[in-house]
């Protein structure tokens, strides 16, 4: 298994699900990725699943529900096997029929919304795993290639400028409205896009990571298409 860690790749392909989730991260490697190429029309369920708001939940009867054909039916049973894997394992998988999330433009200095690039983080052990079937998918991007945004001179000094209180709370500030999370791509940088099928796991930040959390942003939708994407 340790063959497939590579000194300059934040990148590890795995070849099953036991392995996305056993295998520890290590070095610069803080994203797995159970590489599939899937049998099935996924556009055949996006077709016919109702969208409710901007983000649907889809529940597994909501899939079982749906009259498909032969194409159609693989793509169904793919997710949820998928889904089932995930939560025999103890996560909890949510389905996401996506037209878009909400942007932040309460500044116009720095974003904080999912298009940013971001890590996650929790307070527990935890990992991010997802897998885009239909529609555009997300992007990664090595860490070294790119600069968390509260270190840049003129945000700080705006955000700074921002915090009201006294400047030994200033770090406290940042954490609690998620400024910290958030990452600006250097010049050159080489995002990497997550492909349609793919289930990955990405690295968090919590308190017993051993590797630097994973950077990661949503993708712009295409133009009248939805996403359908596994996340937890």
């Known amino acids: 298994m340790s063959n497939i860690f590579s000194e300059n790749n934040p990148i590890a392909k795995v070849s099953s699900f036991e392995d996305l ?10 994203a797995f990725c159970w590489h599939r190429n899937l049998e099935g029309d996924f556009a055949a369920i996006v077709t016919q699943l109702q969208l409710k708001e901007n983000i649907t939940e889809i529940f597994p009867e ?3 529900a749906l009259q498909l054909s032969e ?12 889904l089932q894997l995930l939560s025999d394992f103890g996560a909890s998988p949510s389905l996401n029929l996506l037209k878009c999330y909400d942007r932040d433009d309460e500044f116009d200095f720095i974003a904080t919304d999912v298009y940013s690039y971001h890590v996650d983080r929790s307070p527990i052990a935890t990992d991010t795993f997802l897998c885009t079937y239909h529609g555009a998918a997300s992007d990664i991007i090595p860490n070294d290639q ?25 770090e406290d500030f940042l954490k609690e409205n998620y400024f910290d999370l958030h990452y600006q791509a250097k010049p050159n940088a080489q995002p990497i896009n997550l492909g349609n099928g793919h289930l990955w796991r990405l690295a968090v930040d919590h308190p017993k990571q051993q590797v630097l959390p994973c950077i990661h942003r949503a993708p712009v939708e295409n133009e009248g ?3 359908l994407l596994l996340i937890c």
């Open 21 to 30: 989730v056993e295998i520890e991260f290590k070095g610069i490697t803080n």
């Open 71 to 82: 194409e159609g039916n693989k793509a169904r049973e793919i997710i949820l096997n998928d």
């Open 225 to 227: 298409e939805f996403r």
């Open 62 to 64: 909501d899939l079982i």
């Open 146 to 170: 790119a600069e968390q945004k509260i270190l840049i001179p003129e945000i700080r000094k705006k955000l700074e400028a921002l915090h009201e209180g006294p400047s030994e709370e200033f």
